[in-house]
């Protein structure tokens, strides 16, 4: 119903910065909100940041807080993570996922981008 493509992602040096875009294509009506999460080698998948698609309604975890921030532009079905003062411990795969209207559940998932941050 939803099909979720992240791009962005690649190689940078401590204290750079990295702008993620994930783009919804399908029954994009459905969606509630969009939310960014990050998996990286014998860790859990960790939540990063969530906004509505219908409002303003942000969420960030402690440990990007003031670092990343979250937008959307819903004429182009998109959420974009822009990734700023980058570390070493940010090395992961990203992710997008999305919920649908009705449920709290991320229902739909990108493929992932891997974001390589280095000494």
């Known amino acids: 119903q939803v099909q979720l493509v992240e791009s962005g992602g690649g190689l940078v040096q401590a204290g750079g910065s990295l702008r993620l875009s994930c783009t919804a294509s399908g029954r994009t009506s459905i969606i509630d909100y969009m939310g960014w999460f990050r998996q990286a080698p014998g860790k859990e998948r960790e939540l990063l940041a969530n906004i509505r698609m219908t409002g303003p309604s942000t969420y960030y975890a402690d440990s990007v807080k003031g670092r990343f921030t979250i937008s959307r532009n819903n004429a182009k079905n998109a959420v974009d993570l822009q990734m700023n003062s980058l570390k070493p411990e940010d090395t992961a795969v990203y992710y997008c996922?999305?919920?649908?209207?009705?449920?709290?559940?991320?229902?739909?998932w990108g493929q992932g981008t891997q974001v390589t941050v280095s000494s």
């Open positions: 996922a999305a919920v649908r209207t009705g449920t709290s559940l991320y229902d739909y």
